[in-house]
């Protein structure tokens, strides 16, 4: 009978593991594969092809103009010299510029873009979380969790704040990535 009593006992804390589920999934073998990621990074790889395009073009323009500037310098009367140097340096801010909004422009949509389909992701996998009863999944590439199940899983904010000391209702800081 304590045998018994003692297999069962082992045993129970088994059983009610097997109830609780935990998942993961890792994002970078996911996202890779997906079309929206596909067909994002062709539309970015368009987009910094044209800019590219755009300011080769000017770097050729302000190229030129400065050898025929250098070509000339020396015969120029000094009005005129002044006003090409001039035209010189506001060809290359624009080129900087033109260079740095490209570079902006670009990030941006990289972002939008990837935010976009990562937020696809997480809402597929809260309802995989919901559905399948899951508690937690964590995404393995990452180390985030990237569902929790309020419902299945216990809040031990509070708790912690009292073990830290902290009374009152202090500002909610979200940790970052």
């Given at each position: 009978?304590?045998?018994?009593?003692?297999?069962?006992?082992?045993?129970?804390?088994?059983?009610?593991?097997?109830?609780?589920?935990?998942?993961?999934?890792?994002?970078?073998?996911?996202?890779?594969?997906?079309?929206?990621y596909t067909a994002a990074q062709t539309e970015i790889q368009n987009m910094q092809k044209q800019y590219e395009d755009d300011l080769k073009l000017m770097q050729d323009e302000l190229q030129k103009?400065?050898?025929?500037?250098?070509?000339?310098?020396?015969?120029?009367?000094?009005?005129?010299?002044?006003?090409?140097?001039?035209?010189?340096?506001?060809?290359?801010?624009r080129y900087q510029q033109s260079l740095q909004d490209s570079q902006t422009a670009l990030q941006k949509a990289t972002q939008e873009k990837m935010g976009a389909i990562g937020e696809l992701v997480m809402t597929v996998v809260k309802k995989i979380g919901e559905n399948e009863g899951y508690i937690y999944i964590v995404d393995i590439s990452t180390g985030t969790i990237s569902f929790v199940n309020s419902a299945l899983s216990t809040d031990i904010t509070e708790l912690l704040k009292k073990e830290l000391g902290i009374t009152g209702n202090a500002t909610s800081v979200t940790p970052t990535k």
């Open positions: 009978m304590k045998k018994f009593l003692l297999a069962i006992l082992m045993i129970a804390p088994l059983s009610i593991m097997a109830q609780v589920k935990f998942a993961h999934f890792n994002s970078a073998d996911i996202i890779p594969n997906m079309k929206e103009k400065y050898e025929d500037y250098q070509k000339e310098a020396a015969n120029l009367l000094e009005g005129v010299r002044l006003r090409r140097e001039q035209e010189l340096n506001e060809l290359g801010q």
